[in-house]
């Protein structure tokens, strides 16, 4: 990462250190204006960050050959929205249209600002302006800071949108077999969670970091886990070998993988035939699962989309109860006949903090779909119960 934070934390001096540190290069350019020329230039220069290592653009500052001209005064944009206009010139002029990050930075003179602009390398590349006739990438020459992709660059990174999507189902296969390496029964009604960025494209955190986060005693006491922390291969993992086994493993890649066992209600064996399950009671782990997610994105300064999926594993024919209030034992149990229950939504890593009662009521309202005859639970009807538990998880 170009920046030590997420850009949606970004104040002055963090853009006035970054212009110190940066001259134009192959992940870094800077604008002095946002008038109609630098508008027309930035279908070409964002997609080039898109197609090579992602990047940093920055309007507001003036450079000389590359380097940066201090005073570093931001300018007073005429452009009432100027996020949203690059957003409409990424959405017309690029194919596909690349996924950016923006934050306006108030300047220290009164009515200017900065606008960062940033793209992350990736996977649908190419991506291709003038009616995707043309794919640019970058050279790290400020005086000629794009290039037209040649054919054989074209087929690498049409490879590249083939290979990124295996690199998120390596590591999750290879977390399964760890945890039933832990003791983890898999072959019972559980909860799966997983978490990452969307399109998972090279290391974002060193394993000794991931072992460090993981190491942290507050963050074992606010899921549940015992003092005990794994190192392995590309990342660390947290197991609990009691009758209430968890595991939590996350990777170099940012992706995080939890499983944890459904309760028996009636203190039984999870599985059993009379084993009941109250459905809700999973949407503590949901909330604090996400909140880890949130905190290790954050601490590391990772700003992406995340593929956010929870799965219901081995529950065909197992009952639930889905009663609203506490007296569940009076609701009659539902059952589904389907042994994999999925769910699934992405979501922006900057705000999923502000945004988890609501990913975690999009999740829970389609795992809730398939069970029972009567008409499924809707949306506002599951946001007061992630509400009370948001509220009784402490997660903030």
């Known amino acids: 990462m170009l920046f030590s934070k997420p850009i949606a934390d970004l104040c002055y001096e963090d853009?006035?250190?970054?212009?110190?540190?940066?001259?134009?290069?192959?992940?870094?350019?800077?604008?002095?204006?946002?008038?109609?020329?630098?508008?027309?230039?930035?279908?070409?220069?964002l997609s080039s960050f898109a197609n090579s290592y992602g990047g940093i653009l920055i309007i507001g500052i003036r450079a000389n050959a590359g380097v940066p001209v201090e005073p570093f005064e931001g300018i007073a944009f005429d452009d009432p929205e100027p996020?949203?206009?690059?957003?409409?010139?990424?959405?017309?002029?690029?194919?596909?249209?690349?996924?950016?990050y923006q934050q306006i930075v108030p300047s220290q003179i009164e009515g200017n600002a900065f606008l960062v602009v940033q793209v992350n390398e990736s996977p649908r590349a190419p991506h291709a302006i003038e009616n995707s006739t043309q794919v640019y990438v970058r050279t790290g020459d400020s005086a000629n800071p794009t290039t037209l992709a040649d054919v054989p660059m074209i087929e690498r990174l049409l490879m590249r949108r083939r290979e990124v999507l295996g690199r998120w189902e390596e590591f999750y296969a290879e977390s399964m077999r760890l945890a039933e390496k832990t003791g983890l029964l898999l072959n019972i009604p559980r909860l799966e969670l997983r978490i990452g960025?969307?399109?998972?494209?090279?290391?974002?955190?060193?394993?000794?970091?991931?072992?460090?986060?993981?190491?942290?005693?507050?963050?074992?006491s606010s899921i549940g886990f015992q003092d005990r922390a794994l190192r392995h291969t590309f990342g660390?993992?947290?197991?609990?070998?009691?009758?209430?086994?968890?595991?939590?493993?996350?990777?170099?890649?940012?992706t995080l993988h939890y499983l944890e066992p459904l309760i028996s209600t009636n203190q039984q064996i999870p599985g059993e035939r009379n084993s009941i399950f109250p459905f809700w009671w999973i949407t503590n782990s949901v909330l604090r699962i996400i909140?880890?997610?949130?905190?290790?994105?954050?601490?590391?300064?990772?700003?992406?989309?995340?593929?956010?999926?929870?799965?219901?594993?081995?529950?065909?024919?197992?009952?639930?109860?889905?009663?609203?209030?506490?007296?569940?034992?009076?609701?009659?149990?539902?059952?589904?006949?389907?042994?994999?229950?999925?769910?699934?939504?992405?979501?922006?890593?900057?705000?999923?903090?502000?945004?988890?009662?609501?990913?975690?009521?999009?999740?829970?309202?389609?795992?809730?779909?398939?069970?029972?005859?009567?008409?499924?639970?809707?949306?506002?009807?599951?946001r007061p119960i992630v509400a009370n538990e948001h509220q009784d998880a402490g997660v903030k």
């Not at 940066?22 to 930035?42: A, G, H, W």
């Not at 960025?197 to 074992?220: A, C, H, S, W």
């Open 197 to 220: 960025p969307l399109y998972p494209t090279e290391t974002l955190i060193m394993r000794e970091k991931i072992f460090e986060f993981v190491g942290d005693r507050n963050l074992q």
């Open 291 to 382: 909140d880890v997610s949130f905190n290790l994105m954050k601490r590391h300064g990772i700003s992406c989309n995340l593929r956010i999926e929870a799965k219901l594993e081995n529950v065909a024919s197992v009952p639930f109860t889905l009663s609203l209030q506490n007296n569940w034992l009076a609701c009659r149990p539902v059952i589904t006949l389907t042994a994999t229950v999925p769910a699934s939504t992405v979501h922006s890593s900057e705000t999923l903090a502000t945004a988890a009662q609501d990913v975690t009521v999009e999740l829970l309202y389609q795992l809730r779909w398939p069970f029972g005859k009567d008409k499924p639970h809707t949306r506002e009807e599951i």
């Open 15 to 45: 853009v006035e250190e970054f212009c110190r540190r940066f001259r134009e290069n192959i992940r870094v350019e800077y604008k002095s204006t946002f008038d109609d020329n630098v508008k027309r230039k930035l279908p070409k220069v």
């Open 83 to 100: 996020r949203l206009t690059v957003e409409n010139i990424c959405r017309s002029g690029v194919f596909p249209e690349p996924v950016i």
């Open 236 to 254: 660390a993992i947290l197991s609990r070998n009691d009758e209430m086994a968890r595991y939590l493993n996350i990777g170099e890649l940012g």
